[in-house]
Each structure stands twice: as structure tokens, then as C-alpha cells.
């Protein structure tokens, strides 16, 4: 037997990994030398929630996410793949889909280089997260049934003042203001006793009308198998999620925010010969969602501009308490404005028919595929209005002053989106080994995209693609890939541009080399690396052509009548092209003491150039705003490291543990901005996205170091204001002092960690996930005192305000009714630190031993326990919020315990 098939051997028997799913196509992992990584459905699972987004949260190196709601339906976290929002691609078709069964999901794929996304072409910027859904195998049929609870409870809730308090910082903001005081002695005394609850109300309005917990229910049933001619997999699914609102056994309609989902899914394949294959793989899904009429963003609203202090809930006679400057009651909002609904369905179907071509030579073969995709979008409102009152309690008996009607239910309904698509590829492959030595594996691709969105004109991206892979005894490999497409939206008539986007690879398998086959401490090592252009595809809608819209009526003539005025839209931009990337990767993988200890690392840089943007070196005298051009340059550059280890012991136990982590650098290279005389003022060589603003220097104290310090332009500073740096010297705060605030240069760091065992039937697992290097700004009025023109909320952070008395220990400025100019500008005093570590997932499950199990006919019953979003450390900076939902306008962060059983016949 020669070198290479001993070698081969060897390391075939070791534990394989599955092959890496591509775009379209797959390969074997040592056999690539593209940048990809995969998650698998046993982690998927883990995870009670609805969007297959929300799951990777800290399991994938490179993949950095945020969830800024945990909204019903809303609750997806967004992702971010080394800078950039990736491209959805659901078994090799682009579909804007994640919410759907999480148990039809084999794996979640990431491509994040060049050569793994090339083939897109002008959408391959981005990079790509393909989801390969489940599909049948020749075995006996399977049948598996899970049900789940899972008990939700909100985090990071902004603690309001009581009404005391309230009041007595309200009359320290108007003393500070120079206006009389709000709120006499009795005042005082009334809201601190609890002696007038109708006339000196105290209402914690988060206690009245969001419940404590929630539930969260998921019904999952699937089947699988098949034999030599078909294979299946269909499924179905229903999720109930309520919301955190009360109710009221009054209404015969449900006024929370609930959220339910009806999937169903059917994937067959089937062999009509031994030569020519097809499938054809359906989805079908129904989202319904409701929520008070009033609307969820307003409830939530009404709680920041609320005090504690405004209204009782309810007056004496039952009725909605309110006064003339809150006529908008938060109880009456929840439970009395009605219900609104919303329901979407979507529908996608794939049918595909692959012919091998062996008789004109083995390994040949031939594919069409084609898909369709429509969904729908529709609203139905059936809210209403309602009054409140103010009780009088200077008369007698007391009366009440209305506010607002008793209106009847509306009905009325509304289509907020409605789209379809169309797919067609037709594609042709190569696969063939020449002498045990030399591997060629080849792909050539033709498809078309075309998508309708409402009433406009169809969007449609078009061209060829290929693929080019050749290794030498799987030692050493050379892949090549390229992408030539373009889209319809460009002159001179909505005709198509395309460009061509080629991307090379090498790796080098040195685990196969003879100076290593022989190792027993070596299982796998491989040096990879890739070099190449991608395109984005961002053109507008038909922005070359100058618009012409209505515009405000004029009036003119002798008789001064009404005309129809015509304004000009933004500047056409005839030259507009793709946004492009240059992309480098490099890394390693490896594995030793056979597959015990994992370990890899990548390094990136990627320079995104002819990023469309407005010139900030424009002329109001023009009287127009200029168009979008391909005119910035940023880059993104950065590593990822995975440690793992994972060892089954003589004894039964199983065990692993596998860190992941990620650095992201970012930096301006270019941007066309506006003049700035002084560099720190300049955009050019920040990171991306880089906060700006004033750099604080604590608060003024005296107004001997007010009277020492430099003006501020508009505003006479008090002592309690909060101080600037004045860069320039010039004696002025003013917008030439506006500079990086946070920390400039220092790369995003986000990490994950996951554990886990089994023995005996019985199995665990963790994922602590984290970010670092991460600044938050905390302004607005769930954070400021009094806002909402003075009749706003006031919080927990702001008993710590600067006064005369606190001066060596406030954190805060001193109080004022209403906006400052000076206190409440953009600077580093209100940017805090958003590091945190969180234990994102836990789980504890039993298996039903199988000796059992026989007696019944069952192949496994397993009951599991989980928890989400337990624990989590960070700044004490960011007081009671949760660090990636800062604001009190959004839908708190849910802290959830599941129950579960999963049967399997």
C-alpha cells in the first residue's frame, strides 16, 4: 500500500467532522481552504427562543449579536459577521427568514471570507449565514415529540421615584431653574403618608400594568426516514408567547402582547433512478401577533413620561383617573383602547432535479432548481379611544372633569408589506479523484433572483458563478472561486451592471505529510488561507433618475388661490455602482491526542471601499441635497481563536469544553467630510461608527472656577453643570471642542464558553457568553430627570445629583425642569461602560434508561430543565439596566425557566 493511502487511512480513522456546507455545494473540511464555521442542532435546541438568530449568540467565533428587545415576535438579536449584517440563505436560496421550527434546522453555517461568499457576487460583501434544514435518510421511520414551558420574567427595569421624592426634586429643579416651587409642605406630606391617594396619587405604574412573569409554550412534532427510493422529513410547530401585560376579565378580546407561530415543513427527496435525483422541500408558516390598542411602543412611552405622582389609576367611582395634562392613563392604554392584530404568512417552496452525467464521464452531473417565496404582511385594527376624569374635591359631593371620549371600536385593517420571488439555477459539476492523487472538484452555476416588494418594480440579480477545487494526495489544496452578477436598477433604463468578483485559496494539510503521519500527538493541522473581491449591491430604487414630488401648496395670483407646488428630490447619481471589498484570511486548525484538544485561529483584514455615501464637502448653495456615491473606504481587521477539549473517560463520563473568542478593529479610511480645522474633530481615522463629543472634566463646583473657566456659547453655566475641556484653547465650548469620546482604539472583543457533560442517562450545559471594549451612551429621558417639556420621570440615579452638600460624591448634574443645552450634550459624562459576562444558557436533562423504554416501544424519553439569561455581570455604571437594553422605550431583556419532555418513537 503507498505513503498516501497509509496516510489517508490513518487519518480516516479518526472521529470525522461533517462536511462544511458551502453556499452550493459542500466539501469535505480538510479539502477547502475556505473561512467557515458551523453550529450544529444539538446547540440550536439548547436555546428558547423563536429566531434561529438569537441561538448563536456566543457560539460562534466571529459572529458578534445584540438583542435590544425581548419584545414577543420581536425578540430576534441582530447580528453583526466581522462588522456586517450577513446574507440569509436558507438551503442554498437567499431567504430573509429566521423565525421558524428550530428543530428543522441541521445547521447554521457561517461563510465569512472571500472564497466562502464569492460565488454571490454583488451580494457577498457581507458574508453569508446558510441554514441547511433537515432532510429524510434511508432508516425506519423516527417519530419525535417535544413540548416545552418556559416561565419569562423582564430584566433590567429603570426603578422610578416614588412620589415623595418625585415632588421633593421637582421643587430642588425649580429652585435650581429660578421658578417658584411646584409642591407645598402638605403636598409633601400628603405623598409621603399616603393620606390623599386620589389627590396626591403614588402609583408605581410598572407594578400596575406589566405582570411579574409571563409564559412561553412550544408544541414541536417530526417524522423522518425512508429507503433506497425516498426519504422525508415533515414537521410541525406551535408557539404561544405572552406578554408582560395585565388583562382585564372585562374584555372578550385579548389586549397583551402575544405572539404565536403555526410551521409547517415537508422535505422529500427522491432517487427516480440511479442516475437522476430531485426533491422538493416546502415551508409554510402563519405568525399572529397582538397587542393593546394603543400600541406596545406607546405603553412603554407613557411609562418614561409618567410620573408616579400624575393620577391615580382609578377614581372613587371606577373610573380612569386623568387630569388635563395626562390624558393619556397607562392602565386605560393596557386594557381599555382596544387590541390591534397582525398576521403574517409566508410560504417557500424548493424543487430541484440533479441528472448524473457518468456515462459521458464518472463524476459528472447536472442540476436545476427553483424556488418560489411569497409572503404577506397585514394589520387589523380594532382599537379605541376613552376618557378620563379628574376628580374635584373641592365640591360636594366631588365631581369629575372629562378628558377625551368613549369612542366605538375601529375596524379597520391594512397591508404593511406584501413580496414574492421567483428562483431559477441551473448548474453543472465535476467531481472526480485521478490516480489516488489528484482531486478535482468543480462547479459552474447560472441563476437569476427576481423579487417584487409591494408596488414596486421587480428587483432582479442575475449572472454566473463557479467553483474550482484541486488537491494533490488531500495534502495540499488550490481553490479558486469567482461570482459575475449584477442587478437590473442602473441606467440609463433599469438595465442590468454587472462586475466580476474572483477570490483564490491555498491550504495545506501538514497533519498528511509524512515527517506527521506517523504521530500519535497530531490529529490534525492545516494551514489555510484566501485572498479575494466581493460586491454589495445597494442601488436604490432607480436613484439615477432626478425625482420631481409634490410639495406644500403656494399661493399666488390675483386672487391669491392655491397651486400645486412641484419640489425637487436629491440630486440623480447617474455613475452609481456596487459597494466592494478587498478580503484577506489566513489561519489554522488543528487537533491533537486524537481529536481530545481543538484548536484554531484566523486573522482577517478587509478594506471596503466605494462605500456609497453623501459628500460632506457640499454647498447649500446648490439648494439640493447631494446623492449617495461610491465614495467612502473603511476597514475591518481582526482574529478569532477556538480552544476546545473534549474527552470521554473509562468510566462512562463525557465531557468537553470549547472557548471561543473574537477581536474587531475597525477605521475610517476615507470619508468625504466636512472641513474641520483641528484633528481630533476628524471622522477620517476613527474606528467606524465612533461616538463624538464633548470630553467632560466633572462638575463645576464654584462659581470662582465657573467665573476661571471657558464660556459656554448660549448657556450661562451654574455650579453643578457639568464641565467641558475646552481642546482648542480659544477660551469657547463650542463645536471646534467635539471630539472621539469612549475608547478610541481599543478592538471589540466578544467571547462565548461552553460546557457540558453526560453520565448515566443524565447531561449538562452551559454557555457564558460576553463582550468587552464596548461603550454604551445612556442619555434620553429614561435616564434624565424631568424630561417631556417637565412632566417626564425622574429615577433611582438621580437622587444622586450634584448639590451643594453632595458635591465630593454626586454622579449626576444638578436637577433642571425640562432640556438643558449644556448638561444634556453629547459628551463622555453620559457614556458608560457596557462590558458584560452573562451566563446566557443552562441546561440539565435525564434520559429514561433504554431497558425501560423497551417495554413501551419507545427509543427515548428525555426530560430536561433550562435556564436563559441568568446571571450576568457588569458595570456598575449602568445602575438596574441591562446592558444591551439600555433605554426604558424598548422591551426589557427575559429572564426565562423552561420545562420540558422530548419523546422519540
Known amino acids: 500500500m503507498g505513503t498516501f493511502a497509509q496516510t489517508a487511512e490513518k487519518k480516516d480513522s479518526l472521529p470525522q467532522k461533517p462536511p462544511v456546507q458551502l453556499i452550493y455545494t459542500s466539501a469535505k473540511p480538510h479539502l477547502t481552504a475556505t473561512s467557515t464555521e458551523a453550529l450544529y442542532s444539538k446547540d440550536i435546541l439548547k436555546s428558547p427562543v423563536?429566531?434561529?438568530?438569537?441561538?448563536?449568540?456566543?457560539?460562534?467565533?466571529?459572529?458578534?449579536?445584540?438583542?435590544?428587545?425581548?419584545?414577543?415576535?420581536?425578540?430576534?438579536?441582530?447580528?453583526?459577521?466581522?462588522?456586517?449584517?450577513?446574507?440569509?440563505?436558507?438551503?442554498?436560496?437567499?431567504?430573509?427568514?429566521?423565525?421558524?421550527?428550530?428543530?428543522?434546522?441541521?445547521s447554521v453555517t457561517l461563510q465569512k471570507d472571500a472564497l466562502s461568499s464569492a460565488m454571490m457576487g454583488v451580494r457577498g460583501s457581507n458574508g453569508a449565514l446558510l441554514i441547511t434544514t433537515r432532510k429524510g435518510k434511508p432508516q425506519t421511520q423516527s417519530i419525535s415529540f417535544t413540548a416545552q414551558t418556559s416561565f419569562q420574567k423582564p430584566l433590567g427595569a429603570p426603578k422610578t421615584l416614588n412620589a415623595y421624592d418625585y415632588a421633593t426634586l421637582y421643587?430642588?429643579?425649580?429652585?435650581?431653574?429660578?421658578?417658584?416651587?411646584?409642591?407645598?409642605?402638605?403636598?409633601?406630606?400628603?405623598?409621603?403618608?399616603?393620606?390623599?391617594?386620589?389627590?396626591?396619587?403614588?402609583?408605581?405604574?410598572?407594578?400596575?400594568?406589566?405582570?411579574?412573569?409571563?409564559?412561553?409554550?412550544?408544541?414541536?412534532?417530526?417524522?423522518?426516514?425512508?429507503?433506497?427510493?425516498?426519504?422525508?422529513?415533515?414537521?410541525?410547530?406551535?408557539?404561544?408567547?405572552?406578554?408582560?401585560?395585565?388583562?382585564?376579565?372585562?374584555?372578550?378580546?385579548?389586549?397583551?402582547?402575544?405572539f404565536k407561530t403555526y410551521v409547517i415543513r415537508s422535505n422529500v427527496d427522491i432517487n427516480v433512478n440511479k442516475s437522476l435525483s430531485g426533491g422538493i422541500y416546502l415551508l409554510g408558516r402563519i405568525l399572529s401577533g397582538t397587542e393593546p390598542g394603543s400600541t406596545t411602543g406607546s405603553i412603554l412611552?407613557?411609562?418614561?413620561?409618567?410620573?408616579?405622582?400624575?393620577?391615580?389609576?382609578?377614581?372613587?367611582?371606577?373610573?380612569?383617573?386623568?387630569?388635563?395634562?395626562?390624558?393619556?392613563?397607562?392602565?386605560?392604554?393596557?386594557?381599555?383602547?382596544g387590541y390591534r392584530l397582525n398576521y403574517k404568512r409566508d410560504m417557500l417552496a424548493n424543487f430541484y432535479l440533479k441528472q448524473k452525467l457518468d456515462g459521458i464521464t464518472p463524476g459528472l452531473w447536472a442540476q436545476v432548481k427553483t424556488a418560489f417565496n411569497a409572503n404577506l404582511s397585514e394589520d387589523n385594527n380594532r382599537s379605541k379611544t376613552y376618557a378620563v376624569y379628574q376628580m374635584i374635591t373641592t365640591t360636594t359631593p366631588a365631581t369629575y372633569n372629562q378628558y377625551g371620549v368613549n369612542g366605538a371600536q375601529a375596524n379597520g385593517n391594512g397591508i404593511v408589506y406584501q413580496g414574492r420571488s421567483n428562483y431559477v439555477e441551473l448548474?453543472?459539476?465535476?467531481?472526480?479523484?485521478?490516480?489516488?492523487?489528484?482531486?478535482?472538484?468543480?462547479?459552474?452555476?447560472?441563476?437569476?433572483?427576481?423579487?417584487?416588494?409591494?408596488?414596486?418594480?421587480?428587483?432582479?440579480?442575475?449572472?454566473?458563478?463557479?467553483?474550482?477545487?484541486?488537491?494533490?494526495?488531500?495534502?495540499?489544496?488550490?481553490?479558486?472561486?469567482?461570482?459575475?452578477?449584477?442587478?437590473?436598477?442602473?441606467?440609463?433604463?433599469?438595465?442590468?451592471?454587472?462586475?466580476?468578483?474572483?477570490?483564490v485559496g491555498l491550504a495545506w494539510n501538514m497533519d498528511r505529510e509524512e515527517f506527521l503521519s506517523s504521530s500519535d500527538f497530531v490529529s490534525r493541522l492545516k494551514l489555510y488561507g484566501s485572498l479575494g473581491k466581493t460586491g454589495w449591491d445597494d442601488p436604490g430604487y432607480f436613484s439615477y433618475y432626478q425625482r420631481f414630488f409634490d410639495a406644500s401648496s403656494v399661493f399666488f395670483g390675483t386672487s391669491a388661490g392655491s397651486q400645486t407646488a412641484i419640489t425637487e428630490q436629491p440630486l440623480a447619481n447617474p455613475n452609481i455602482d456596487f459597494e466592494k471589498a478587498t478580503k484577506f484570511n489566513a489561519g489554522i486548525d488543528a487537533a491533537f491526542l486524537n481529536d481530545r484538544l481543538t484548536f484554531s485561529v484566523e486573522y482577517f483584514n478587509n478594506k471596503y471601499y466605494d462605500l456609497l455615501q453623501i459628500r460632506g464637502r457640499s454647498t447649500t448653495i446648490l439648494g439640493n441635497d447631494y446623492p449617495r456615491e461610491n465614495i467612502g473606504t473603511n476597514r475591518y481587521a481582526g482574529a478569532e481563536f477556538k480552544l476546545g477539549w473534549q474527552e470521554k473517560t473509562s468510566g462512562g463520563l463525557q465531557y468537553f469544553a470549547l472557548l471561543n473568542t473574537s477581536l474587531l478593529r475597525s477605521k475610517v479610511v476615507f470619508a468625504d467630510e466636512v472641513y474641520r480645522p483641528y484633528?481630533?474633530?476628524?471622522?477620517?481615522?476613527?474606528?467606524?461608527?465612533?461616538?463624538?463629543?464633548?470630553?467632560?472634566?466633572?462638575?463645576?463646583?464654584?462659581?470662582?472656577?465657573?467665573?476661571?473657566?471657558?464660556?459656554?456659547?448660549?448657556?450661562?453655566?451654574?455650579?453643578?453643570?457639568?464641565?467641558?475641556?475646552?481642546?482648542?484653547?480659544?477660551?469657547?465650548i463650542d463645536q471646534f471642542d467635539v471630539t472621539q469620546i469612549g475608547r478610541k482604539f481599543a478592538p471589540l472583543l466578544f467571547f462565548g464558553l461552553s460546557l457540558g457533560a453526560e453520565y448515566k442517562g443524565f447531561d449538562f450545559s452551559a454557555l457564558i457568553q460576553g463582550v468587552a471594549n464596548r461603550d454604551v451612551y445612556v442619555g434620553g429621558s429614561s435616564i434624565w430627570a424631568f424630561q417631556n417639556n417637565?412632566?417626564?420621570?425622574?429615577?433611582?440615579?438621580?437622587?444622586?445629583?450634584?448639590?451643594?452638600?453632595?458635591?465630593?460624591?454626586?454622579?449626576?448634574?444638578?436637577?433642571?425642569?425640562?432640556?438643558?443645552?449644556?448638561?444634556?450634550?453629547?459628551?463622555?459624562?453620559?457614556?458608560?461602560?457596557?462590558?458584560?459576562v452573562r451566563l446566557k444558557q443552562i441546561e440539565l436533562g435525564y434520559s429514561v434508561p433504554e431497558v425501560w423504554l423497551k417495554r413501551i416501544n419507545l427509543e427515548n424519553i428525555r426530560l430536561f430543565a433550562r435556564g436563559y439569561n441568568l446571571f450576568t455581570l457588569k458595570s456598575k455604571e449602568l445602575d438596574d439596566r441591562d446592558p444591551e437594553v439600555i433605554s426604558a422605550f424598548s422591551y426589557p431583556m427575559q429572564r426565562l425557566f423552561t420545562f420540558g419532555i422530548n419523546i422519540k418513537l
Request: charge should be negative; proline fraction near 4%; avoid cysteine.
Open 427 to 503: 448548474s453543472v459539476g465535476y467531481d472526480k479523484v485521478f490516480g489516488e492523487k489528484h482531486g478535482v472538484n468543480a462547479l459552474l452555476l447560472a441563476n437569476n433572483d427576481n423579487s417584487i416588494n409591494g408596488g414596486d418594480l421587480p428587483y432582479t440579480i442575475s449572472g454566473i458563478s463557479g467553483r474550482f477545487a484541486y488537491n494533490f494526495k488531500e495534502k495540499y489544496v488550490v481553490e479558486a472561486a469567482f461570482g459575475y452578477n449584477g442587478s437590473n436598477r442602473y441606467p440609463p433604463q433599469g438595465d442590468f451592471k454587472r462586475a466580476f468578483f474572483p477570490a
Open 50 to 106: 423563536t429566531s434561529v438568530k438569537s441561538t448563536l449568540t456566543g457560539r460562534m467565533a466571529g459572529l458578534y449579536s445584540f438583542q435590544g428587545s425581548g419584545q414577543p415576535g420581536a425578540d430576534g438579536a441582530s447580528l453583526s459577521l466581522r462588522g456586517f449584517d450577513p446574507l440569509v440563505i436558507i438551503d442554498g436560496v437567499v431567504a430573509n427568514l429566521s423565525i421558524f421550527n428550530l428543530d428543522d434546522v441541521e
Open 679 to 732: 484633528y481630533w474633530m476628524k471622522r477620517t481615522g476613527s474606528q467606524v461608527g465612533q461616538t463624538f463629543g464633548y470630553l467632560a472634566d466633572g462638575f463645576f463646583q464654584t462659581q470662582q472656577e465657573i467665573n476661571n473657566s471657558a464660556t459656554t456659547v448660549g448657556y450661562t453655566p451654574q455650579p453643578g453643570d457639568i464641565k467641558y475641556i475646552d481642546l482648542n484653547r480659544d477660551g469657547v
Open 301 to 337: 412611552g407613557a411609562l418614561v413620561n409618567t410620573p408616579n405622582n400624575s393620577y391615580p389609576v382609578y377614581n372613587p367611582n371606577g373610573s380612569f383617573g386623568g387630569t388635563n395634562l395626562f390624558q393619556n392613563n397607562i392602565m386605560a392604554q393596557t386594557i381599555g383602547s
Open 790 to 836: 417637565g412632566f417626564g420621570q425622574a429615577y433611582e440615579n438621580n437622587l444622586d445629583r450634584w448639590t451643594p452638600a453632595t458635591a465630593a460624591t454626586a454622579t449626576y448634574p444638578r436637577l433642571n425642569i425640562g432640556s438643558n443645552g449644556n448638561n444634556h450634550a453629547q459628551s463622555s459624562f453620559w457614556l458608560r461602560n457596557g462590558d458584560y
Open 171 to 258: 421643587n430642588e429643579a425649580l429652585t435650581n431653574d429660578g421658578l417658584p416651587l411646584r409642591y407645598t409642605q402638605a403636598d409633601l406630606d400628603a405623598f409621603k403618608n399616603g393620606s390623599d391617594p386620589y389627590g396626591h396619587p403614588d402609583v408605581n405604574w410598572r407594578n400596575e400594568v406589566l405582570k411579574s412573569s409571563s409564559r412561553f409554550d412550544r408544541y414541536s412534532l417530526n417524522a423522518s426516514g425512508g429507503n433506497g427510493f425516498a426519504r422525508y422529513y415533515v414537521s410541525l410547530e406551535h408557539v404561544n408567547q405572552t406578554g408582560f401585560f395585565v388583562t382585564s376579565d372585562q374584555n372578550k378580546y385579548n389586549t397583551n402582547n402575544s
